[in-house]
């Protein structure tokens, strides 16, 4: 017989060898993990729809997908909310599904690994997560899903009811930790919906996760790419970052969340990039900063939420930008014993300050617009330092000022604009230089009301439409000058 070229022997061996076989469960293997152990990478395997008792461990390089195309079930596609993982409970220490690397899980309902206990998460939502254990956060736990060091794919899948995180992903050093984790869904699981630690650099996106007793995505030490997810009604924050977390956090929905919809604290070494989301109906902050961080929060849409629209703490860091905060029940903005840069954002609407700074913050406010906050457009109750430049802050109507410097505040003002009405442009209760404003009044009042003890420095400002440009109340003028002539243009004016 003759031989065959060697190129025609190459081209047979390497088809045989990429040959990709369909392993059909039950039909060839009873069970999925017999299928797993049948198959070599590309092979995939197609699983009927029905309820398997088991926990896999998959193999490099295999597809284990549901059967069935992508029709719209209640939650998730139907195919995944018929092909069902059953962890059998608290049988078993295993995660429901170990990820292998280049391994692919589609379309699974995974649910009862570990104990869901729903007095517990009752008890935990009452009580907003104030008595959840710390110790818990950042840990893997036993996951439904679990992706250690490696890279695959998780998708449409449906994760529920499970006793500890839904999905979690942890770096190993030396290993590229890269998953995509795509337009699965993951609630009611006793730890986070998603969890990535440890050094990963998962993509994340298009997951909806809800009424999860801890954070619908949470991140410890790891910096992700968290993209287009809607996290809601979680016992903790919509999104979480913490202990040196750097994500990407973009064009996320978070709301209705017992706590902010993004929390972001724990040390100077957290530093995401927080932008484009939409954070509202929240019952804390739209997005929280506190313990350290210095994120970037730039672009994003915080309303209707129970405290600030944006709120940092605890001497935080962050870099506030272009962001629209409206309609809080408290201030668009607020800082507490943190150093902010606040630069060109909206606040308007918000039910009590724009903009509020307390404590020992020292806050920088450059170029944002409050427009019509109930009470005042700035506060600085208790004894913060900020400087201010080329701010606008207006209010038509109303008693309190627009910007209110109290308990012995003290603010640096540069070429801002203050409009409207109320006792005062400003209020002073502290110190105060102001060079270069404009203050417009509309219905009387004082350009500027200076309390008793207070230290006031003014230059080149215009003062008009109030029935008095300065009133001093035993307020000592460093530029006495600049007094006498606000009196004369009193005099004059009468």
Known sequence: ???????????????????????????????????????????????????????????????????????????????????????????????????AAGATL??????????????????????????????????????AIAITGLNCTVTNNIVRHNGDTGIAIVGVEGNTTAPRVVDNVCYRNMGGGIGSMKGSTAFIDSTTCFENLYAGIGHNGASPLVTNNVCYRNV??????????????????????????????TSPETRPVVEGNDCYENAMAGIGVEDEAAPIVRSNRCYRNEAAGIGCRSDSAPLIVDNHCFETD??????ASAHPLLFQNRLEKNETAGIGIRGHSKAYLLENTCLENRLVAVGMPDGAEAF??????????GMPPIVAILGGSKASLIGNTIKGGGVAGILLEGNLTATENVLEGQNGGAGILAKENSEVALLRNRIEGYRNAVSDQGAKFIRPEDHERLRSRKRNAN
């Open 236 to 265: 903790r924050a919509g999104i979480g970052v913490s202990e040196g977390a750097s994500p990407v956090v973009r064009k996320n929905r978070c709301y209705e969340n017992r706590r902010s919809g993004i929390g972001i604290r």
């Open 106 to 143: 589609d379309g699974f309902t995974i649910t009862r690994v570990g104990l869901y206990d729903e007095d517990s998460w009752k008890k935990h939502w009452d009580e907003q997560g104030e008595n959840q254990s710390h110790a818990r956060i950042g840990t893997s736990g036993k996951p």
């Open 1 to 99: 017989m003759k031989s065959l070229p060697p190129f025609i022997l190459f081209a047979l061996l390497a088809a045989s060898i990429s040959r990709a076989d369909i392993i059909r469960v039950p039909t060839d293997y009873e069970t999925i993990q017999s299928a797993i152990e049948a198959a070599v990478a590309g092979d995939t395997i197609d699983v009927s729809a029905g309820t398997y008792q088991e926990r896999l461990v998959l193999k490099p390089g295999i597809v284990v997908r549901s059967v069935g195309g992508n029709e719209k079930g209640k939650l998730g596609l139907t195919r995944a909310e018929i092909t069902i993982l059953d962890g059998g409970g608290a049988n078993g220490e295993a995660p429901g599904v170990t990820m």
């Open 330 to 335: 408290a201030a668009g903005i607020g800082a």
């Open 388 to 397: 201010l430049q080329k701010n606008t802050f207006e209010r038509t109507g």
